[in-house]
């Protein structure tokens, strides 16, 4: 099922996370933004899991590869 066109990446992480993240990332699709609660909704592509309510910086743009 595809969720979305633009791969995105979730830090691998707790909710509860305090600080930037160093650790690693999964391509994700967003399938829901909530601009004034600064999260959003995802799915995990490795796994389709849906991830609700995450952090807006837990999220981030696919970094792009170089040809």
Same mark, same amino acid.
């Given at each position: /099922?595809?969720?979305?066109?633009?791969?995105?990446?979730?830090?691998?992480c707790s909710?509860?996370?305090?600080?930037?993240?160093?650790?690693?990332?999964?391509?994700?699709?967003?399938?829901?933004?909530?601009?004034?609660? /600064?999260?959003?909704?995802?799915?995990?592509?490795?796994?389709?899991?849906?991830?609700?309510?995450?952090?807006? !910086?837990?999220? !981030?743009? /696919?970094?792009?590869?170089?040809?």
């Amino acid at each position: /099922m595809v969720h979305g066109t633009k791969l995105y990446q979730i830090a691998a992480c707790s909710p509860n996370h305090v600080g930037k993240w160093e650790g690693a990332w999964e391509e994700c699709y967003v399938v829901k933004e909530d601009l004034v609660e /600064m999260t959003c909704s995802a799915v995990v592509v490795s796994d389709n899991v849906v991830c609700k309510n995450i952090a807006l !910086r837990f999220v !981030r743009p /696919m970094e792009s590869e170089e040809l």
